[in-house]
């Protein structure tokens, strides 16, 4: 497992009993914003999906007449931009961070690696998705 705590807290949240090798977990960069500063904008292809470090990141939807909707305040050790990443389509949101603020960051690297390399890892990232499809915001114990 990594030595990164904020790393290994994304992990114990989110991918339970998932062991993360040191080499994959050495490809998982860290990022730093600026209060307001924009992760990426709507309709944006990302190549990477992220998890807060540190700090808060405002996701938000622009509608067509210039509304604004906050969708959430994503703080630690939470997950975003994952399904337009894994499913390889724009974003439909945008993320600007709230504050200074910190995320990690899993190019495709880290997650084709991740995926065909880690066992478990593909299953806990079904489970998280389907939590999300749910509306639940954490999983079962």
Same mark, same amino acid.
Request: aromatic residues 10%; contains cysteine; charged residues 25%.
């Given at each position: 497992?990594?030595? *990164?705590?904020?790393?290994?807290? %994304?992990? #114990?949240?989110?991918?339970?009993?998932?062991?993360?090798?040191? *080499?994959?977990?050495?490809?998982?960069?860290?990022?730093?914003?600026?209060?307001? /500063?924009?992760?990426?904008?709507?309709?944006?292809?990302?190549?990477?999906?992220?998890?807060?470090?540190?700090?808060?990141? #405002?996701? /938000?939807?622009?509608?067509? !007449?210039?509304?604004?909707?906050?969708? #959430? !305040?994503?703080?630690?050790?939470?997950?975003?931009?994952?399904?337009?990443?894994?499913?390889?389509?724009?974003? #439909?949101?945008?993320?600007?961070?709230?504050?200074?603020?910190?995320?990690? %960051?899993?190019?495709?690297?880290?997650?084709?690696?991740?995926? *065909?390399?880690?066992?478990?890892?593909? /299953?806990?990232?079904?489970?998280?998705?389907?939590?999300?499809?749910?509306?639940?915001?954490?999983?079962?114990?």
């Amino acid at each position: 497992m990594s030595p *990164d705590p904020a790393l290994r807290r %994304v992990f #114990e949240a989110h991918f339970p009993g998932v062991a993360l090798p040191s *080499d994959i977990a050495a490809g998982i960069a860290r990022r730093r914003l600026a209060d307001g /500063r924009s992760l990426f904008m709507q309709g944006q292809k990302t190549t990477a999906f992220y998890a807060v470090a540190a700090g808060e990141i #405002e996701t /938000r939807f622009s509608a067509a !007449n210039g509304t604004v909707s906050v969708i #959430e !305040n994503v703080g630690p050790p939470r997950l975003f931009g994952l399904a337009a990443f894994a499913a390889g389509r724009p974003s #439909e949101y945008e993320a600007i961070a709230r504050g200074a603020s910190e995320v990690l %960051v899993f190019g495709r690297e880290a997650y084709t690696r991740l995926m *065909d390399e880690v066992p478990g890892f593909a /299953r806990a990232l079904l489970a998280e998705f389907a939590c999300r499809r749910s509306g639940a915001r954490t999983r079962p114990a």
